[in-house]
């Protein structure tokens, strides 16, 4: 598909979306929840439903292709090296050493945000490079550790050699790694984040956390994702243990067996379980970018009594800097994302294919502050 052809696609179903109604959710009945904004008139003549069918399909298209993409070694190499990528790592990925990300984190905690690191890398299949991404984090570790910073570290097991061939030699050496990391997180009084990916790795990063836990209760948590159909069980096993949980939508490319297809679901899905995570008594993040959502937890919160700061929000670097600073003003826990490093393509893309409107929200964000 021609970059002509994914501009259209996104302008068709931004057009569609801006057309069609918003469906309710299960975030949708606190009074002080505003609406949707919808600032713009129709411009779709066809019935809602066409509407809907339209956007679906574009949406559909898109998702594809830019999952596609996040795996493509071409356009990697290309886009890596292109001006207009190294302008999208400005503003969306906090440089490309340790020290880029340490500087970024500094600033963020001068505005209140917390932070969590994240050293880009993935499908690791050398185990000197798993070593050497391993190796990376300890620095990290320390130099937050000797700043006095407010964040923590986010990785994936991938990273750390998982799929290195051979039963053995993976599963191991990603084990022992993480697990350094996690011993050295829990000596400076920090965490570790284990990232979720596929869900192929679903289940090995849930019983790695789990054990990584039991060694050091406290230094480590792991991610789910509010579109898969097993999350809720995963939610309740987690909480039970008192693992911290980042709550997010997913962003990889799914079959309908094993997730929810239609965003309303995923919606309505992750709604249920961010209450669920708030009133646990452990702390968890909730990790999304959409007002609606924030807007009707912070009301829900309210209503319920609860602390704000039993949970917090997180968000991507360089994404809705404006909500960031606004829920810490309203006495929030926000923790921002912040990766950094060479290896950004990946990363970029699967958040194009999380929301496919993205492409036009960040063609604006490049032209603003």
């Given at each position: ?42 411009t779709c003549s066809e019935q809602p439903a066409a ?319």
């Open positions: 598909m021609t970059l002509e052809r994914v501009c259209q696609a996104t302008v068709h179903a931004h057009l569609i979306l801006r057309a069609t109604p918003a469906s309710s959710t299960a975030c949708a009945p606190y009074p002080n929840s505003p609406p949707r904004p919808r600032p713009w008139p129709s509407c809907k069918n339209k956007l679906r399909r574009c949406l559909r298209l898109l998702r594809s292709l830019f999952i596609a993409l996040s795996a493509n070694r071409a356009g990697r190499a290309f886009a890596e090296r292109s001006a207009l990528g190294g302008r999208l790592s400005r503003r969306f990925v906090a440089g490309l050493t340790v020290e880029d990300a340490i500087a970024a984190a500094a600033q963020l905690n001068a505005e209140g945000l917390d932070v969590s690191l994240d050293a880009l890398g993935e499908s690791v299949l050398d185990p000197a490079q798993a070593e050497q991404s391993a190796a990376v984090y300890h620095q990290l570790l320390d130099a937050i550790a000797a700043r006095g910073l407010r964040a923590n570290v986010s990785l994936k097991l991938t990273q750390m050699g998982l799929d290195i061939p051979g039963r053995v030699t993976g599963p191991a050496l990603t084990e022992r790694l993480v697990g350094e990391l996690v011993e050295h997180a829990a000596r400076t009084g920090n965490f570790v984040r284990i990232d979720m990916e596929g869900s192929a790795y679903t289940s090995a990063t849930i019983a790695l956390t789990e054990r990584l836990h039991a060694r050091c209760p406290g230094a480590v948590g792991t991610v789910l994702q509010a579109y898969l159909h097993r999350t809720e069980a995963d939610a309740d096993r987690l909480l039970g243990q008192g693992i911290r949980i980042r709550l997010c939508k997913g962003a990889y490319q799914e079959p309908a067996g094993i997730a929810f297809a239609a965003k309303a679901d995923v919606d309505a899905n992750f709604c249920k379980l961010m209450k669920r995570m708030a009133a646990s008594g452990v702390f968890c993040g909730i990790a999304t970018h959409d007002e609606a959502i924030i807007a009707a937890m912070c009301a829900w919160v309210a209503e319920q009594g609860i602390d704000k700061r039993a949970f917090e929000f997180q968000m991507l670097y360089g994404i809705r800097r404006d909500l960031q600073r606004r829920l810490v003003a309203q006495g929030f826990g926000v923790r921002v994302y912040v990766p950094f490093g060479p290896a950004w393509y990946p990363y970029f893309m699967r958040r194009l294919a999380e929301r496919p409107a993205n492409v036009l929200f960040l063609a604006r964000n490049l032209l603003k502050r």
